[in-house]
């Protein structure tokens, strides 16, 4: 062996793990890092963004994309609390990260040095491990640990702190071997108790979500959904496990959900859980079932032990991946689906009225946008969207074909659409990309437009601009109608603001001409930004401003 600098050790440990992307912001405390980047060019690409929120939701894109850790190389201090938002949003998505940030040298620790943060102690509560590298010949070590704990279990996120001193020193430390999904398999014993419970059952319902899933679990899900006429809901934001054209597909649980849903909800007498942890949202604010002990019998199937029980009490508790199970229980014999079938096929009526198109104020109509998008775009195209009210026109409208294909944030985080959308055309630059934003959404990062235009990532950046923070805005009119404070936004002109960053720039301000603007965004070949004027008042799907803030004042 030839002694190596830690900075080198960094880097041939990322490419034993597979990695092929690091995103960040560089940093004068991790130069040796970036010395060992710039020999490895074309096999690791360093993605320069403009900030470190950008890069870590850049990170958690690719992890949530290809089921292995997304890696963030930040700097200290300033870097890695600008971070923080992206280790948080990977945290509660289950999305396996890595996160890498300089820290002072181990001269300095503990005086408070200059940007000098205690990981262990900021990142504790939030990430799956938080650790400080001292010793240089143990970094194989630590990286090869970090990827192993980002993807066993619930996946989340790794925060690795790397002091100066310890990158810049030598070790002939090896190399390791390549970090694998560390995998759980359901008890037979426990697999034949869940069909033995559905296939007493008069009303099941099977709701699917989390992480840990990949192309064959999806397939064996629909195969068995088919096979056994089982209607599937996905949880908030993973509409992408199922797809939404197919006729059991019942819809999406979460906010905004089909009142009809939600009580198929209530009504089933067995709730096959897979994957999805019962979050507040997913539960609508743990109603949906009612905890502890649900009145439906629960089978929840979860890859992460500690979330079995945590708030639910099931029925049947199996700790296993999505695929291992369902490969396990659709090895059994068939499910007596005479018994609900007439009532399995009701979702597709259910769903087709719950899309069904509703009047909106103004000259621009996300309902027809929207529709349209759904019936242009190919299967395989990406929709990266952040947090807001523009979102539930995406999620309500627009039916996921395949796994991959949605990236949104489970956490309810805002910023997220545009740098995920970014990291999904670097990784996928043969796929259409489309980020939906809001105005305010927007905002949060709009300045990784600029990384964008650098890597040549022609997303398609979508604004729905109707001047205020809309989600505040109707929470506010319902609870204090006519008392509207600090929602309001004054916002540039998003075009012009495009084509001053060299990506293309529209402005949409009636319905028809949203088509025709997305079709040159596409023909353009580069980063393309439609700014879609919407009106104040078609600020919910369902209600206009004035009539919420109607229903609310009586």
Same mark, same amino acid.
């Given at each position: 062996?030839?002694?190596?600098?830690? $900075?080198?050790?960094?880097?041939?440990?990322?490419?034993?793990?597979?990695? /092929?992307?690091?995103?960040?912001?560089?940093?004068?405390?991790?130069?040796?890092?970036?010395? @060992?980047?710039?020999?490895?060019? $074309?096999?690791?690409?360093?993605?320069?963004?403009?900030?470190? &929120? $950008?890069?870590?939701?850049?990170?958690?894109?690719?992890?949530? =994309?290809?089921?292995?850790?997304?890696?963030?190389?930040?700097?200290?201090?300033?870097?890695? /609390?600008?971070?923080?938002?992206?280790?948080?949003?990977?945290?509660?998505?289950?999305?396996?990260?890595?996160?890498?940030?300089?820290?002072?040298?181990?001269?300095?620790?503990?005086?408070?040095?200059?940007?000098?943060?205690?990981?262990?102690?900021?990142?504790?509560?939030?990430?799956?491990?938080?650790?400080?590298?001292?010793?240089?010949?143990?970094?194989?070590?630590?990286?090869?640990?970090?990827?192993? /704990?980002?993807?066993?279990?619930?996946?989340?996120?790794?925060?690795?702190?790397?002091?100066?001193?310890?990158?810049? +020193?030598?070790?002939?430390?090896?190399? %390791?071997?390549?970090?694998?999904?560390?995998?759980?398999?359901?008890?037979?014993?426990?697999?034949?108790?869940?069909?033995?419970?559905?296939?007493?059952?008069?009303?099941?319902?099977?709701?699917?979500?989390?992480?840990?899933?990949?192309?064959?679990?999806? +397939?064996?899900? !629909?195969?068995?959904?088919? !096979?056994?006429?089982?209607?599937?809901?996905?949880?908030?934001?993973?509409?992408?496990?199922?797809?939404?054209?197919?006729?059991?597909?019942?819809?999406?649980?979460?906010? $905004?959900?089909?009142?009809?849903?939600?009580?198929?909800?209530?009504? +089933?007498?067995?709730?096959?859980?897979?994957?999805?942890?019962?979050?507040?949202?997913?539960? @609508?604010?743990?109603?949906?079932?009612?905890?502890?002990?649900?009145?439906?019998?629960?089978?929840?199937?979860?890859?992460?032990?500690?979330?079995?029980?945590?708030?639910?009490?099931?029925?049947?508790?199996?700790?296993?991946?999505?695929?291992?199970?369902?490969? #396990?229980?659709?090895?059994?014999?068939?499910? *007596?689906?005479?018994?609900?079938?007439?009532?399995?096929?009701?979702?597709?009526?259910?769903?087709?009225?719950?899309?069904?198109?509703? *009047?909106?104020?103004?000259?621009?109509?996300?309902?027809?946008?929207?529709?349209?998008?759904?019936?242009?775009?190919?299967?395989?195209?990406?929709?990266?969207?952040?947090?807001?009210?523009?979102?539930?026109?995406?999620?309500?409208?627009?039916?996921?074909?395949?796994?991959?294909?949605?990236?949104?944030?489970?956490?309810?985080?805002? &910023?997220?659409?545009?740098?995920?959308?970014?990291?999904?055309?670097?990784?996928?630059?043969?796929?259409?990309?489309?980020?939906?934003?809001?105005?305010?959404?927007?905002?949060?990062?709009?300045?990784?437009?600029?990384?964008?235009?650098?890597?040549?990532?022609?997303?398609?950046?979508?604004?729905?601009?109707?001047?205020?923070? &809309?989600?505040?805005?109707?929470?506010?009119?319902?609870?204090?109608?006519?008392?509207?404070?600090?929602?309001? %936004?004054?916002?540039?002109?998003?075009?012009?603001?495009?084509?001053?960053?060299?990506?293309?720039?529209? /402005?949409?301000?009636?319905?028809?001409?949203?088509?025709?603007?997305?079709?040159?965004? %596409?023909?353009?070949?580069?980063?393309?930004? =439609?700014?879609?004027?919407?009106?104040?008042?078609?600020?919910?799907?369902?209600?206009?401003?004035?009539?919420?803030?109607? #229903?609310?004042?009586?």
């Amino acid at each position: 062996m030839t002694a190596r600098t830690g $900075g080198s050790l960094v880097v041939a440990s990322l490419l034993a793990h597979g990695t /092929t992307h690091v995103y960040g912001v560089p940093g004068e405390s991790f130069l040796a890092i970036l010395d @060992a980047l710039h020999d490895v060019a $074309g096999r690791i690409a360093f993605v320069v963004c403009r900030q470190e &929120g $950008g890069a870590a939701y850049m990170a958690e894109a690719h992890g949530k =994309l290809t089921g292995r850790p997304g890696v963030a190389l930040v700097t200290r201090g300033p870097g890695a /609390t600008n971070a923080a938002i992206g280790v948080h949003t990977a945290a509660q998505d289950s999305t396996p990260m890595v996160v890498l940030v300089g820290q002072v040298g181990t001269d300095a620790l503990d005086r408070e040095a200059f940007q000098e943060i205690d990981y262990r102690r900021m990142y504790g509560s939030v990430a799956k491990w938080v650790a400080q590298v001292d010793r240089v010949e143990r970094i194989p070590e630590y990286l090869s640990r970090a990827f192993v /704990t980002a993807m066993s279990g619930r996946p989340g996120p790794v925060v690795l702190a790397l002091p100066e001193d310890v990158l810049s +020193a030598t070790a002939d430390a090896p190399d %390791l071997p390549r970090a694998f999904h560390v995998n759980a398999a359901p008890a037979s014993a426990d697999v034949a108790a869940a069909h033995d419970l559905l296939a007493g059952a008069s009303r099941p319902l099977v709701l699917v979500g989390g992480s840990r899933w990949d192309p064959d679990a999806c +397939a064996t899900l !629909r195969a068995y959904a088919e !096979r056994n006429d089982l209607p599937v809901a996905c949880a908030f934001r993973r509409q992408d496990l199922f797809d939404n054209r197919h006729p059991l597909y019942a819809g999406d649980v979460g906010i $905004g959900i089909n009142p009809k849903l939600a009580q198929r909800v209530r009504d +089933a007498d067995v709730l096959l859980v897979v994957g999805e942890r019962l979050g507040e949202i997913v539960t @609508a604010g743990y109603t949906l079932p009612a905890p502890p002990l649900p009145p439906q019998a629960l089978v929840h199937v979860h890859p992460g032990v500690e979330e079995l029980g945590r708030v639910y009490r099931p029925r049947i508790a199996i700790c296993a991946t999505p695929g291992a199970f369902l490969e #396990a229980l659709a090895a059994l014999p068939p499910l *007596p689906a005479q018994r609900w079938r007439d009532a399995a096929r009701t979702v597709r009526d259910d769903l087709a009225a719950w899309r069904a198109p509703r *009047p909106v104020p103004g000259d621009v109509d996300l309902w027809q946008a929207v529709r349209w998008l759904d019936e242009r775009l190919p299967d395989d195209a990406v929709i990266a969207n952040g947090a807001g009210n523009y979102a539930t026109w995406i999620h309500r409208l627009f039916r996921y074909r395949r796994l991959g294909t949605q990236l949104a944030p489970y956490s309810g985080s805002m &910023g997220y659409g545009v740098p995920a959308a970014i990291a999904a055309k670097l990784l996928h630059p043969d796929r259409i990309v489309v980020s939906w934003n809001g105005d305010g959404c927007f905002l949060m990062n709009g300045q990784e437009l600029a990384t964008a235009v650098q890597y040549r990532a022609a997303v398609v950046f979508v604004v729905v601009d109707n001047g205020m923070y &809309g989600t505040v805005r109707m929470h506010q009119e319902r609870s204090y109608p006519g008392r509207a404070y600090g929602s309001d %936004l004054v916002n540039p002109d998003f075009a012009a603001l495009a084509r001053a960053y060299g990506a293309q720039g529209e /402005t949409v301000v009636r319905s028809g001409e949203f088509a025709p603007a997305f079709e040159r965004a %596409l023909a353009a070949g580069r980063p393309s930004l =439609l700014h879609v004027k919407l009106d104040p008042q078609a600020l919910t799907m369902n209600a206009s401003l004035d009539a919420i803030r109607a #229903a609310a004042s009586k």
